[in-house]
C-alpha cells in the first residue's frame, strides 16, 4: 500500500535494522525501543490487522514468531521473558495499520513495559459466561 509506513519498510524505502527477512515477513527493530530488543515482525503482505487473516498467511506468519523470540532472548542474558503483543484497531492501541506483532523483551519487574486488565470475574454469572461464550460460537464461521 502506497502511503502505508510498514510497505515503505518493506520496500525499503524507509530504513530500518532488520533481523530478519524471508518471502513472507520482515522483522526489525521497534523504533521506540520500549525495552532494548523490542522488535516489530510484520508481514509483508499489507494487512491491517488480524481480523483479516486468512488460515494461510496467519499460519506462515506465526510460525515464523518463534524463531525470531528465540534470536532476542538468546542476543541477551538479561532477558528473562518476553511479551509478543498485537494490537488491533485503535481503540486496542493499534498506530500503524499494517498488521504487526511487537515482540517485548522483559528484564525486571520494573522495566518500561507493563500490561494490565482488571479481574472481574466476579460480577460474571455462569449464565452470562454461557451467553457470551454461545455468541462467539455463533459467530465462528468456518
Ligand atoms: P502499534 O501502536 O500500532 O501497536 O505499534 C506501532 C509501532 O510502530 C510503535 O511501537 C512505533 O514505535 C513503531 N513505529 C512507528 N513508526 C516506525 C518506523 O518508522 N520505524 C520503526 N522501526 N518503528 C516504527
Ligand atoms: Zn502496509
Redesign the pocket.
Known amino acids: 500500500m502506497k502511503d502505508c ?1 510498514f510497505c515503505k ?1 518493506v520496500r525499503g524505502e ?1 530504513p ?1 535494522y532488520t533481523v530478519y527477512e524471508d518471502d513472507v515477513v520482515k522483522a ?5 525501543q520500549g525495552t532494548p530488543g523490542h522488535t ?1 515482525l510484520i508481514p509483508k503482505k499489507h494487512i491491517a490487522n488480524i481480523f483479516d487473516y486468512d488460515e494461510e498467511l496467519a499460519s506462515e506468519v506465526f510460525a515464523r514468531i518463534p524463531k525470531v523470540a528465540r534470536a532476542i532472548k538468546n542476543s541477551n542474558p538479561a532477558i528473562k521473558g518476553m511479551n509478543i503483543v498485537n ?1 488491533n484497531g485503535q481503540i486496542a ?4 495499520f499494517h498488521s ?1 506483532f ?1 515482540l517485548v523483551p522483559r528484564y525486571t519487574s520494573h522495566d518500561d513495559f507493563g500490561m494490565t486488565f482488571k479481574d472481574n470475574s466476579n460480577k460474571y454469572t455462569p449464565e452470562k459466561l454461557k451467553e457470551i461464550q454461545q455468541s462467539i460460537i455463533d459467530n465462528m464461521g468456518d
Open positions: 509506513i519498510i524507509i530500518s526489525f527493530l521497534d523504533i521506540s516489530l494490537n492501541y493499534q498506530s500503524v504487526h511487537h
